[in-house]
């Protein structure tokens, strides 16, 4: 069997335990491939750098990195790019966990189509129902409508989420969320990773964008993962106003685009 070279990294904050189930479902379930697994823990707040160093300690090409401070989701994960050795990388959400060789599929999938660089699988709730992973790129209005949810915004919301295309069949995207995508490593480095000007939110559609200028972006919904999805910017004004501040940084980067 055909073994592929594979990085992942997931990024922490606080919430360990279920970091360390979302590792250990990987690493059983990646049987394809020769996976190195990188574990950041983002200066959380709680014991979570601690319970990870003795949940890893010892498991072959698992390493924990413990950072002093929190920098971020992006510049988190750019940490681990000098370090990195494979064909194939992965970044992955501590609410994410596997149940079959996702790793694999996704490698085999970029290993049989030269032009694409990025892919992401479906995503589904803990209970198998689906979320909407496939997306184009965001507008100022599909934002505004994944926040406030009225009624006369939900049509610039389904054309963002792709409603109108048939989504059991593969579809090239313009952002791939980061809670879980496989991007070939090359590329990964070359772009630079991650723009570390983004603190949280919206880093993931940029890092599509910069990956579009490099091949295609593809949903491969043959495969899935399960995402617990805790979505802070319903909750917390503190983080919708971070998420507006990132939205501002989009569109001034990649141009303002009302609808």
Not at 89 to 95: K, R, S
Request: aromatic letters at 12%; one cysteine or more.
């Amino acid at each position: 069997m055909q073994k592929y070279n594979v990085s992942a990294a997931m990024v922490v904050y606080g919430g360990a335990e279920e970091a360390a189930d979302g590792v250990r479902s990987i690493l059983a379930n990646s049987n394809s491939c020769d996976l190195t697994f990188y574990v950041i823990d983002n200066a959380s707040p709680d014991d979570s750098a601690a319970l990870l160093q003795r949940e890893f300690d010892g498991i072959p090409h698992v390493t924990v990195n413990c950072l002093p401070n929190n920098i971020g989701f992006g510049s988190g994960h750019n940490t681990v790019i000098p370090k990195l050795q494979s064909d194939y990388h992965a970044v992955i959400n501590p609410d994410i966990t596997i149940d079959h060789d996702v790793l694999g599929t996704l490698c085999q999938y970029l290993d049989e189509h030269p032009d694409v660089v990025m892919v992401t699988p479906q995503l589904r709730f803990p209970d198998d129902t689906p979320q909407h992973t496939a997306k184009r790129a965001p507008t100022f209005l599909s934002l505004l409508a994944r926040q406030l949810h009225l009624g006369f915004l939900k049509k610039y919301e389904d054309h963002y989420l792709m409603l109108d295309e048939d989504l059991t069949r593969e579809q090239d995207i313009q952002f791939c969320s980061g809670c879980f995508f496989v991007m070939r490593t090359s590329v990964f480095r070359e772009i630079g990773g991650f723009d570390e000007d983004y603190f949280m939110y919206v880093e993931d559609a940029d890092i599509t964008r910069k990956a579009m200028g490099k091949g295609r972006v593809v949903f491969v919904p043959s495969t899935y993962v399960h995402h617990a999805w805790h979505r802070n910017t319903t909750r917390s004004r503190k983080h919708f106003f971070m998420q507006l501040q990132s939205m501002g940084r989009y569109f001034c980067k990649w141009g303002f685009h009302l609808k």
